[in-house]
């Protein structure tokens, strides 16, 4: 009796240690003005929500410098745990992010490590304005941090806030890779009265994005899309407004692209064979749009994809899943091109829209893989395969309105203006 009386005295303890340390990380607080939620514990998984500050969060796990977190009764993801306080209740001392939003003076200069480029704000935080961008390599001066964030100065002049988690310190000297540095004050991608538009005599404009850059009808994200440009193409530089040139096409096509895209330059004018103009407005959903596509190009790895997909049609949306019964969008992809061709593709939806090779808008066929930005921030966020006849299959949905293997078409105008691009795996 003495032995199960001890016995169960230890299990209490046990229990009671426990509790305790469930309790110590049950709950966290949001400390940035926005924080992405992630599909996993890195900056390159999917998101799948957004937490503001002041958000109180249940902890379930930590990783590598995240925790994994429930953001409502049907939402999990990963958040970085620079920007999560736990202390409180647990006596926690991980309070270093809630300093103030002046920062806190540094010194050294930082170089920037980014796949495409780096936005500079007017604030510690998403939610301020953009006042330049960096490319990756650039090496900047630092003048402050605070919560997750650097204040910098570039070689042109230009000071604001960049994410730390893209700056590493260094010992090499300002300016190195600044050439294509801008500032891009008031340019806030919106539709603007185009009475501030400034015309541009004699000047040429290199393109600079590693992803094929839009050409719209406009000076904004809401305008149709009406081209494509891609990496080094020069083209001609006919006026400026808000954030935005109207270039001019080889084929003679006028249209707007994202200034933060375009570097001034004196090279000869040159578009890649694969850069393409869409005369015909995307706005028309019931049009044939042959721009997109020409299902008459299908190859029999093509036809296999596509078939192989068209088998899962009906199958629910599930934040993460890799299937069979349930899919996320990348994992509804990756999915299909493994059993249906044997081909092994990167796993989220960003790592996917850069493997293979592009493929100009006209030339889709059956088997791309087409992807998207549907939160307008320029990154890749959803992606899916082209079927032809301008249309394609994805596994739609997000966690909080999960939705089903189906097929939509490319010219609606939702579908049209979130469109970046394909890629073929052949």
Not at 15 to 26: F, G, N, P, Y
Request: hydrophobic content about 30%.
């Amino acid at each position: 009796m003495k032995k199960a009386i001890t016995a169960l005295g230890i299990g209490a303890v046990a229990v009671s240690v426990s509790s305790i340390h469930a309790s110590a990380l049950e709950k966290g607080v949001v400390t940035a003005s926005a924080l992405n939620i992630r599909s996993g514990p890195s900056a390159d998984c999917d998101k799948v929500a957004k937490l503001y500050k002041g958000k109180t969060v249940e902890i379930l796990e930590k990783s590598n410098g995240w925790y994994k977190v429930r953001v409502s009764s049907s939402v999990v993801g990963w958040g970085s745990s620079k920007y999560i306080s736990t202390s409180g209740s647990s006596g926690s001392t991980s309070n270093q992010n809630n300093s103030t939003s002046s920062g806190t003076s540094i010194s050294g200069n930082g170089k920037v490590n980014v796949s495409s480029r780096l936005n500079i704000r007017s604030g510690a935080g998403t939610n301020y304005s953009l006042v330049g961008k960096a490319n990756n390599g650039d090496v900047v001066k630092l003048l402050e941090q605070s919560n997750g964030w650097y204040k910098i100065k570039l070689s042109n002049g230009v000071t604001g806030w960049a994410s730390s988690q893209y700056i590493s310190k260094t010992s090499e000297d300002v300016g190195t890779n600044d050439s294509n540095s801008s500032n891009t004050t008031n340019n806030n991608n919106t539709d603007k009265n185009q009475s501030s538009e400034v015309l541009l005599e004699g000047k040429k404009g290199k393109v600079t994005s590693t992803v094929s850059l839009n050409v719209r009808s406009g000076p904004g994200t809401s305008y149709s899309v009406i081209g494509k440009l891609n990496g080094g193409d020069v083209v001609e530089l006919k006026a400026k407004s808000n954030g935005w040139y109207k270039v001019k096409l080889s084929n003679g096509t006028t249209g707007w692209v994202s200034s933060s895209y375009i570097s001034e330059t004196t090279e000869g004018l040159k578009e890649n064979s694969n850069s393409s103009s869409n005369n015909n407005s995307q706005s028309n959903s019931n049009s044939n749009s042959s721009s997109i596509g020409n299902s008459d190009k299908s190859t029999v790895n093509g036809s296999k994809v596509v078939d192989f997909a068209y088998t899962l049609i009906g199958i629910p949306y599930q934040w993460g899943a890799s299937g069979p019964d349930k899919f996320d969008c990348s994992g509804f992809t990756q999915y299909v091109f493994k059993h249906s061709v044997g081909l092994s593709i990167p796993r989220v939806s960003r790592e996917q829209a850069q493997f293979g090779s592009a493929v100009s808008m006209g030339n889709y066929a059956p088997g791309d893989l087409v992807y998207f930005d549907t939160d307008g921030d320029g990154a890749t966020n959803h992606v899916g395969i082209y079927v032809g006849n301008s249309k394609f299959i994805h596994c739609s949905g997000t966690q909080t309105n999960p939705n089903k293997v189906k097929v939509d078409n490319l010219t609606t105008s939702y579908w049209s203006k979130a469109l970046l691009g394909a890629r073929r795996f052949a």
